[in-house]
């Protein structure tokens, strides 16, 4: 076995990252490891849509993050990476922060992408993180106040402005006219079928309108202009929440780094192209030869765990092995209380779908912190709120 010098040095502590650092801690406990995150909470951005409905509390799907990794023995600190010298093997980060490594492992997630669309970034909302989450929050209660019916436009018609969509519309019912925008003519379109009709379903029942085949061209701060069958038309607007797109968060990187679809290119051993001992994972990287993977907590989850076997091998002198993705399906949240569930031969929708969904999550939590226990009994225990 190689003796190791420096601390196995991860940065970015999502679902990749802490899969990653948990796994890695379990089959080899003597291991340094360091964790760096530019946040102090973890959050489990399946459950956000939850938050808003107050179906769970924020504490419950954001633990700290410095309460899971001292309970696994991990040393853990907070800080934003701001560039990584390959040659040289040193991480700078904020505040002139130095730190050299032997092996180095990212993972820092994806960010929303406004596509350079005019007005998008300074009049839209947001919901890729716990910030954009508050701010939504609190805009919502605001506008919930207000004696007028408010004109809301969801932007994207993936899983997020879906299940964004159908929450709201129950949590809110009549206070918003819901719209729902999306580029091609499907919504769902790169999810499993059930579960698409099983949205067209829950948003048609909810009376939200749906504009297919429909571009954003502009927001401003009173109105949305979308480009319709080459006709554009204006809308007013109370609020625009964007969930159209997102782009890795790799500001950090420098020429030196392939990249394919503008993600981190790697082999289907995580190794990043031409750059000893360093991996990438999670929504920042691609693998060579499985581009068409999803962007999903659970590839990133599968990815953390394999590359932890990956890493024990590489110390102990062994060959590493390559990566397979194991589809377990996938579940989407259709309004309060209500789910649809498809793959591993299963597919159903409803109520019983929203508690399985649940339970699943619940199970996915890592179980190492108090809180996250207490969410998990929470998940097990507690019926509906509604
Ligand atoms: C609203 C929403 C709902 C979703 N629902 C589902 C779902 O139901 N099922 C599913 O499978 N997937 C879902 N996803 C997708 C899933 O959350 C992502 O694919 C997953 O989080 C990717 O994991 P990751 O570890 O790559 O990144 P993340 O989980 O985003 O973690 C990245 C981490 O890196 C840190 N970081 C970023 N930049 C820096 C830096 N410069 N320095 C230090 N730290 C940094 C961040 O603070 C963060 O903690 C959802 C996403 C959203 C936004």
């Known amino acids: 076995m190689k003796s190791i010098q420096k601390p196995i040095v991860i940065v970015g502590a999502g679902f990749a990252g802490m899969t990653l650092a948990l796994n890695l801690k379990k089959l080899l406990p003597s291991l340094p490891i360091l964790v760096i995150d530019a946040e102090t909470k973890f959050i489990f951005k399946p459950l956000m849509y939850e938050v808003l409905s107050k179906e769970v509390q924020m504490w419950e799907v954001a633990p700290d993050l410095s309460n899971i990794f001292s309970a696994a023995g991990i040393t853990f600190l907070r800080n934003y990476l701001k560039r990584i010298n390959f040659n040289e093997k040193i991480l700078e980060?904020?505040?002139?922060?130095?730190?050299?490594?032997?092996?180095?492992?990212?993972?820092?997630?994806?960010?929303?992408?406004?596509?350079?669309?005019?007005?998008?970034?300074?009049?839209?909302?947001?919901?890729?993180?716990?910030?954009?989450?508050?701010?939504?929050?609190?805009i919502l209660k605001i506008l919930n106040n207000n004696s007028s019916i408010q004109k809301l436009?969801?932007?994207?018609?993936?899983?997020?402005?879906?299940?964004?969509?159908?929450?709201?519309?129950?949590?809110?019912?009549?206070?918003?006219?819901?719209?729902?925008?999306?580029?091609?003519?499907?919504?769902?379109?790169?999810?499993?079928?059930?579960?698409?009709?099983?949205?067209?379903?829950?948003?048609?029942?909810?009376?939200?309108?749906?504009?297919?085949?429909s571009t954003v061209k502009e927001v401003s701060e009173k109105t949305i202009t979308i480009s319709k069958n080459c006709e554009i038309i204006n809308f007013e607007k109370d609020i625009v929440i964007w969930t159209a797109g997102i782009k890795p968060n790799i500001s950090y990187i420098n020429q030196e780094v392939s990249l394919l679809k503008d993600r981190i290119l790697v082999n289907d051993k995580f190794q990043?192209?031409?750059?000893?001992?360093?991996?990438?994972?999670?929504?920042?990287?691609?693998?060579?030869?499985?581009?068409?993977?999803?962007?999903?907590?659970?590839?990133?989850?599968?990815?953390?765990?394999?590359?932890?076997?990956?890493?024990?091998?590489?110390?102990?002198?062994?060959?590493?092995?390559?990566?397979?993705?194991?589809?377990?399906?996938?579940?989407?949240?259709?309004g309060i209380g209500e789910a649809s569930i498809s793959g591993i031969g299963l597919t159903f929708s409803g109520k019983l779908a929203f508690e399985a969904r649940r339970l699943i999550y619940a199970s996915k939590l890592p179980d190492v912190s108090k809180s996250l226990k207490s969410a998990a009994s929470w998940l097990f225990q507690r019926k509906s709120a509604f």
Not at 153 to 169: I, R
Not at 184 to 194: G, V
């Open 272 to 334: 990043i192209d031409n750059i000893n001992n360093c991996f990438a994972i999670g929504d920042i990287s691609i693998i060579k030869g499985m581009e068409g993977l999803p962007l999903t907590a659970q590839v990133a989850m599968q990815e953390g765990n394999h590359l932890a076997k990956n890493i024990k091998l590489l110390i102990e002198g062994k060959d590493l092995l390559p990566f397979e993705f194991q589809d377990n399906g996938e579940m989407i949240s259709l």
């Open 93 to 138: 980060f904020s505040e002139d922060l130095k730190i050299s490594y032997e092996y180095l492992v990212i993972c820092t997630g994806s960010v929303s992408n406004s596509f350079a669309i005019k007005g998008v970034e300074e009049n839209c909302y947001f919901f890729n993180n716990i910030n954009d989450l508050k701010k939504l929050n609190s």
């Open 153 to 213: 436009f969801v932007v994207g018609g993936g899983p997020s402005g879906v299940e964004l969509a159908c929450k709201l519309k129950d949590i809110f019912q009549d206070q918003f006219s819901i719209n729902l925008v999306e580029k091609s003519n499907e919504i769902l379109s790169r999810n499993k079928i059930f579960n698409r009709e099983e949205a067209e379903k829950a948003l048609q029942t909810r009376k939200i309108n749906i504009f297919l085949n």
